[in-house]
């Protein structure tokens, strides 16, 4: 059969501002409420600032369990260290990708006192039988982050997951996550759309940090700094877009894992019985 790229534009989400951390100003882009319509994901936090004050201040030492995050920075440098020893630099380009498990202390503190902070974080649940697995942690430079070229003026950033032929740095079995940063240049602005391809069972969102594209087939709008969820839309594949001007988008997609989300902070289980243990745990030091 095939491939279908009739996925609609469903929905237009605009990033909540707030703080995090010791006081990092940042954009929310996925909010709690849209944990159940966008599972396997949390959260999706946008930052960019070149005010040192927006995140100078960094997040010092914090724990998580019963989840993975994902930092890919764009602009800037920011340090990682946690209590299993793990140390690494995010610069440019570059990605972080932390699996929580049973628990980790971490901080992630800037390593630069100007110039701009640009990136997004992204939070992807484990699996009940995942959530109290060992810690892990990758460190992945951006030349460890392979690109696909799908046609002239378009570069496909593959950080997770599969597309045009190209394997991204990471890749997660249950979950499946599809993670591409894409890039299309004005040059092509008025040329054929592009399709994108995402699997038939996978939820799905796009993210436009820059420009403007048209999705779907009813070509609706979604500008710069809004969320696009995508409609699931049986049998289809894929969506379509096209750039209205020079435009820089994410495409997150996962397999849900249907399991019920118990959530208190950074600690995300599946009943409140096993939060109220996180807890515990971590206040007695066993993380």
């Known amino acids: 059969m095939s491939t279908t790229f009739t996925r609609q534009l469903e929905r237009l989400v605009n990033g909540i501002p707030t703080q995090d951390g010791a006081g990092v100003s940042?954009?929310?882009?996925?909010?709690?409420?849209?944990?159940?319509?966008?599972?396997?994901?949390?959260?999706?936090?946008?930052?960019?600032?070149?005010?040192?004050?927006?995140?100078?201040?960094?997040?010092?030492?914090?724990?998580?369990?019963?989840?993975?995050?994902?930092?890919?920075?764009?602009?800037?440098?920011?340090?990682?260290?946690?209590?299993?020893g793990n140390?690494?630099?995010?610069?440019?380009?570059?990605?972080?990708?932390?699996?929580?498990?049973?628990?980790?202390?971490?901080?992630?503190?800037?390593?630069?006192?100007d110039g701009l902070?640009?990136?997004?974080?992204?939070?992807?649940?484990?699996?009940?039988?995942?959530?109290?697995?060992?810690?892990?942690?990758?460190?992945?430079?951006?030349?460890?982050?392979?690109?696909a070229t799908p046609q002239e003026g378009v570069q496909?950033?593959?950080?997770?997951?599969?597309?045009?032929?190209?394997?991204?740095?990471?890749?997660?079995p249950t979950t499946a996550p599809l993670y591409l940063d894409i890039h299309i240049a004005a040059d092509?602005?008025?040329?054929?759309?592009?399709?994108?391809?995402?699997?038939?069972?996978?939820?799905?969102?796009?993210?436009?940090?820059?420009?403007?594209l048209l999705i779907g087939q009813d070509q609706r709008v979604a500008s710069a700094g809004r969320m696009a969820i995508l409609s699931n839309t049986p049998g289809a594949q894929g969506v379509?877009?096209?750039a209205g001007k020079d435009s820089r988008f994410l495409l997150i997609a996962g397999q849900p894992l249907n399991e019920p989300i118990a959530q208190w902070g950074p600690f995300v289980m599946n009943t409140r019985e096993e939060v109220e243990q996180a807890i515990d745990d971590f206040r007695a030091g066993r993380f």
């Open 26 to 84: 940042l954009t929310r882009v996925l909010t709690h409420d849209l944990q159940r319509r966008l599972d396997p994901f949390l959260m999706l936090d946008a930052f960019h600032s070149d005010e040192p004050d927006d995140y100078l201040a960094g997040f010092p030492d914090h724990p998580h369990r019963g989840f993975e995050t994902v930092t890919y920075m764009l602009q800037g440098r920011m340090r990682h260290r946690d209590n299993a």
């Open 117 to 147: 902070m640009s990136g997004f974080q992204l939070w992807v649940n484990l699996a009940g039988r995942d959530k109290m697995t060992t810690p892990a942690y990758s460190d992945i430079p951006s030349t460890g982050i392979p690109e």
């Open 240 to 242: 379509e877009i096209q």
């Open 87 to 113: 140390e690494g630099l995010l610069e440019p380009g570059g990605m972080q990708w932390m699996t929580a498990g049973r628990g980790l202390v971490h901080s992630e503190l800037p390593e630069q006192e």
């Open 156 to 172: 496909v950033r593959v950080l997770a997951g599969e597309a045009f032929g190209v394997k991204g740095a990471v890749e997660r």
């Open 188 to 212: 092509i602005v008025g040329n054929k759309r592009l399709a994108l391809p995402i699997p038939a069972t996978h939820n799905a969102f796009l993210y436009v940090y820059e420009g403007e």
